[in-house]
C-alpha cells in the first residue's frame, strides 16, 4: 500500500503526492474520467453551471480542501478544474438522471469492544484505483485535531475513502446515487474537514449541521468516548442517527430520505444494496466486535443467509472490493487489507499521533 506522510500546509499535502505513482496511472483514473463524461454529454454546460457555483461555495466554506486539490493537480501536472469536475461526477451523473454508482461501499460502527468503538469499510469501486489507492498521514496548520491518518486515491483528497485523527474520531463513507441535489457541501470535501476540526462525533455532527449538502452519500462515524452516528447527506439537509451500532451501504434509509435513492437501473452495487444493509442488520446487533471478528466479516461472499460484502469485478473497468479498513478509536490505528479482504492481506498501520 503507497503511503505519503507530510507535515505542511493544505496546499504542501497535496503537493507531496508527487512521485507516488505514475502520472498516467492517475491521470486514466481521473482526468481520463472527466473527458468520457464530457464526450458522453454528462459534462454539459448544465453542469458547468452547477460546477462554477459548487467552486464558489467551497472557495467561501472551504479554501483548504481547494487548496490542496491545487497542490494535487500541481503533483502530476494535471488541470485542477479537472480534478474538482472528477470529485463531482457522481453528482453530476446524478443530475443526467444516471444511478450508476462509481463507488459503492458498506460501512459500519460500534460503540464498544476489546479495541474500543470501531468504524469499518469495504471500500468498493473501480478497479483502476487499485494501483493507486494510499494512506495519507497530515498533519499542518489548518488541523486542529492532530494527525489524520486516511484512506483515499493519489489524485484525490485526503479521507476520499475514510480517515480517522489523533484525538480518536473516525468517518467512513458510502456512495448513494439520488435525485436530488443543490450547491452545497460535497461529501469529498466535508470528509477531510470533519478529520482536521471535529474531535468527537458531536463536534462533527455541528460541522455537519452548520452548512447546506450537495447531496448523495452517508457518513458513520465513532470516536474515542464510543460516541457513534450515521448520516444521510440528503440535499434537504442531513439526517441523523445518533447512538449504538450503525450501519449503511448504497440507499437512503431513513422515512424523509429513502424516496430520493436511485433506482439501482441494472447496476450491481446498487441493486444489491439492500440485500447487504439487510444482513449487516441482521449480524451487526447485540454482540461484542473485535478487530479481527470484523474482518472476518467484511470478506463475505454472496451464499445462503450472507450477502456479498466482498465484491468481485465482472470486468476490469467494474466495481469491486479493492481495500477493507478497520479503524480503533481508541487505539487510534487502522488495519487496512491490499486488495479484497478475501485475500487476507492485511497490514497495520500506525496510529496518529
Known amino acids: 500500500m503507497i503511503e505519503v506522510s507530510v507535515n505542511g500546509t493544505a496546499y504542501e499535502r497535496g503537493r507531496a503526492q508527487a512521485g507516488a505513482a505514475s502520472v498516467d496511472a492517475v491521470r486514466n483514473?481521473?482526468?481520463?474520467?472527466?473527458?468520457?463524461?464530457?464526450?458522453?454529454?454528462?459534462?454539459?454546460?448544465?453542469?458547468?453551471?452547477?460546477?462554477?457555483?459548487?467552486?464558489?461555495?467551497?472557495e467561501h466554506h472551504d479554501p483548504e480542501s481547494l487548496s490542496e486539490l491545487v497542490g494535487v493537480a500541481a503533483a502530476f501536472g494535471l488541470a485542477e478544474p479537472d480534478l474538482f469536475a472528477h470529485l463531482h461526477l457522481g453528482t453530476l451523473r446524478d443530475i443526467k438522471g444516471g444511478g450508476t454508482l462509481l463507488d459503492g461501499c458498506s460501512a459500519w460502527v460500534v460503540p464498544s469492544g476489546p479495541e474500543g468503538a470501531l468504524v469499518v469499510k469495504n471500500?468498493?469501486?473501480?478497479?483502476?484505483?487499485?494501483?493507486?489507492?494510499?494512506?495519507?498521514?497530515?498533519?499542518?496548520?489548518?488541523?486542529?485535531?492532530?494527525?489524520?491518518?486516511?484512506?483515499?486515491?493519489?489524485?484525490?483528497?485526503?479521507?476520499w475513502s475514510s480517515g480517522i485523527n489523533a484525538a480518536g474520531l473516525a468517518v467512513a463513507d458510502t456512495q448513494v446515487a439520488v435525485n436530488?441535489?443543490?450547491?452545497?457541501?460535497?461529501?469529498?470535501?466535508?470528509?477531510?474537514?470533519?478529520?482536521?476540526?471535529?474531535?468527537?462525533?458531536?463536534?462533527?455532527?455541528?460541522?455537519?449541521?452548520?452548512?447546506?449538502?450537495?447531496?448523495?452519500?452517508?457518513?458513520?462515524?465513532?470516536?474515542?468516548?464510543?460516541?457513534?452516528?450515521?448520516?444521510?447527506?440528503?440535499?434537504?439537509?442531513?439526517?441523523?442517527?445518533?447512538g449504538g451500532v450503525q450501519w449503511r451501504t448504497n440507499h437512503y434509509t431513513a422515512t424523509q430520505t429513502r424516496a430520493e435513492t436511485l433506482g439501482p437501473d441494472g447496476d450491481k452495487?446498487?441493486?444489491?444494496?439492500?440485500?447487504?444493509?439487510?444482513?449487516?442488520?441482521?449480524?451487526?446487533?447485540?454482540?461484542?466486535?473485535?478487530?479481527?471478528?470484523?474482518?472476518?466479516?467484511?470478506?463475505?461472499?454472496?451464499g445462503p443467509g450472507s450477502a456479498p460484502l466482498c465484491q468481485h469485478a465482472d470486468d476490469v473497468d467494474g466495481s469491486e472490493t479493492i481495500s477493507s479498513v478497520v479503524y480503533s478509536c481508541s487505539i487510534g490505528g487502522m488495519e487496512i487489507s491490499d486488495g479484497a479482504p478475501c485475500l487476507s492481506r492485511w497490514q497495520r498501520i500506525e496510529p496518529s499521533r
Request: charged share 20%.
Open 180 to 242: 436530488r441535489h443543490r450547491v452545497g457541501w460535497l461529501r469529498y470535501f466535508l470528509l477531510p474537514r470533519l478529520l482536521a476540526r471535529a474531535r468527537t462525533v458531536a463536534e462533527a455532527v455541528v460541522l455537519i449541521r452548520s452548512l447546506p449538502h450537495a447531496g448523495g452519500g452517508t457518513l458513520v462515524l465513532a470516536d474515542q468516548g464510543g460516541a457513534t452516528a450515521a448520516v444521510e447527506l440528503s440535499a434537504s439537509g442531513p439526517v441523523i442517527t445518533q
Open 29 to 58: 483514473a481521473t482526468v481520463a474520467r472527466v473527458e468520457r463524461a464530457r464526450a458522453e454529454g454528462v459534462i454539459d454546460a448544465a453542469a458547468e453551471t452547477y460546477l462554477a457555483a459548487q467552486r464558489a461555495f467551497h
Open 123 to 159: 471500500r468498493d469501486t473501480s478497479g483502476v484505483h487499485a494501483g493507486i489507492q494510499c494512506v495519507l498521514r497530515h498533519s499542518g496548520p489548518d488541523i486542529v485535531t492532530g494527525q489524520v491518518l486516511s484512506l483515499s486515491s493519489l489524485g484525490s483528497l485526503a479521507a
Open 269 to 302: 452495487i446498487a441493486s444489491n444494496s439492500h440485500q447487504r444493509f439487510d444482513f449487516l442488520g441482521r449480524v451487526l446487533p447485540d454482540r461484542t466486535w473485535t478487530v479481527q471478528e470484523a474482518k472476518d466479516l467484511m470478506a463475505t461472499h454472496p
